[in-house]
Nanobody, 125 residues
């Protein structure tokens, strides 16, 4: 099991920004697709964005103009930059990984074999 660890969550006011990080200490994420998902209380887990090992990205329409996914392979970390946060963005955010070294397509369906424990993002005034 890949030990994914998310960080960067917290409390932010509406309109603010946060950057979430996803890493797997001791493991090389370079050849994995990385996905970001979130789950609010009482709701199903929903896909936010993903990035392939080759850098191809996909993002959900509901956050398209506010969130950006990226990765820096030299430090084995993927990021989710979140701007213009809204109260409805409040959720536990998870990163997930799927071994796929030659992928040109990733999915934001939560069908990944490896998951982190999540980091809480709360948007409130």
């Amino acid at each position: 099991q890949l030990p994914l660890v998310e960080s960067g969550g917290g409390l932010v006011r509406p309109g603010g920004s946060l950057t979430l990080s996803c890493a797997a200490p001791g493991f090389d994420l370079m050849l994995y697709d990385i996905g970001w998902f979130r789950q609010a209380p009482g709701k199903e887990r929903e896909g936010i964005s993903c990035i392939t090992a080759t850098g191809v990205t996909r993002i959900a329409g509901l956050v398209k103009d506010r969130f950006t996914i990226s990765r820096i392979n030299t430090n084995n970390t993927a990021y989710l930059q979140m701007n213009s946060l809204k109260p409805e963005d409040t959720a536990v955010y998870y990163c997930a990984a799927n071994w796929n070294p030659k992928s040109s397509f990733c999915t934001i369906v939560p069908d990944y074999p490896h998951w982190g424990q999540g980091t809480q993002v709360t948007v409130s005034s």
